[in-house]
T-cell receptor, first 114, second 111 residues
Framework: GAVVSQHPSRVICKSGTSVKIECRSL??????MFWYRQFPKKSLMLMAT?????????EQGVEKDKFLINHASLTLSTLTVTSAHPEDSSFYIC??????????FGPGTRLTVL | QKEVEQDPGPLSVPEGAIVSLNCTYS??????FMWYRQYSRKGPELLMY????GNKEDGRFTAQVDKSSKYISLFIRDSQPSDSATYLC???????????FGTGTSLTVIP
């Protein structure tokens, strides 16, 4: 149990376009979902925390108007990178939690902005 | 001081060796302790989960938590080349949704 999926796994887009990434908890209801960004050979960088039905809490330095997070249900959260630029190219990973005990990660989405 | 400290390595061992990975932390309220394994270009995979102090064993992996010293360890016995990955420790407290991750230790097991 505790499987988290992400879609798409890879996306290439042109500069200025928007990209949506979906994160789903497949076999449990996630009270909280997290979005991370990871640069090559670097640790996870938490971007935001979202609870179902409420606004996401963004970490300092993360632009909420650029990285739109919607947590519409207990099994689905989406991250939209708006007006993407090459510097937004990165590995984006979501995770889901049933509570305070642990997080289950998705396989990640590699975004390349040309 | 960071909430969680983890030696980034890299750590390189011969196949069959015993590997010891460690993290220290500063917040005595942490109660849940996790180890994740992350292969290159993949999401982290939960390896071990421990509540409070003590040891937990799963196959070749043993997780230890020493709350008095604020120190957690992951031991890998009979290490295999397939164990080559980055290992992340993580912990969380009794309430809320805050998790704290170590920076990860890169491990290479040489055949």
């Amino acid at each position: 149990g505790a499987v988290v999926s992400q879609h798409p796994s890879r996306v290439i887009c042109k500069s200025g376009t928007s990209v949506k990434i979906e994160c789903r908890s497949l076999d449990f209801q996630a009270t909280t979902m997290f979005w991370y960004r990871q640069f090559p050979k670097k640790s996870l960088m938490l971007m935001a925390t979202s609870n179902e039905g409420s606004k996401a809490t963004y970490e300092q330095g993360v632009e909420k108007d650029k990285f739109l997070i919607n947590h519409a249900s207990l099994t689905l959260s989406t991250l939209t990178v708006t007006s993407a630029h090459p510097e937004d190219s990165s590995f984006y990973i979501c995770s889901a939690s049933k509570g305070t005990d642990t997080q289950y990660f998705g396989p990640g989405t590699r975004l390349t902005v040309l | 001081q960071k909430e969680v400290e983890q030696d980034p390595g890299p750590l390189s061992v011969p196949e069959g060796a015993i590997v010891s990975l460690n993290c220290t932390y500063s917040n005595s309220a942490f109660q849940y302790f996790m180890w994740y394994r992350q292969y290159s270009r993949k999401g982290p995979e939960l390896l071990m989960y421990t509540y409070s102090s003590g040891n937990k064993e799963d196959g070749r992996f043993t997780a230890q938590v020493d709350k008095s010293s604020k120190y957690i360890s992951l031991f890998i016995r009979d290490s295999q080349p397939s164990d080559s990955a980055t290992y992340l420790c993580a912990m969380s407290g009794p309430t809320g949704n805050q998790f704290y991750f170590g920076t990860g230790t890169s491990l290479t097991v040489i055949p």
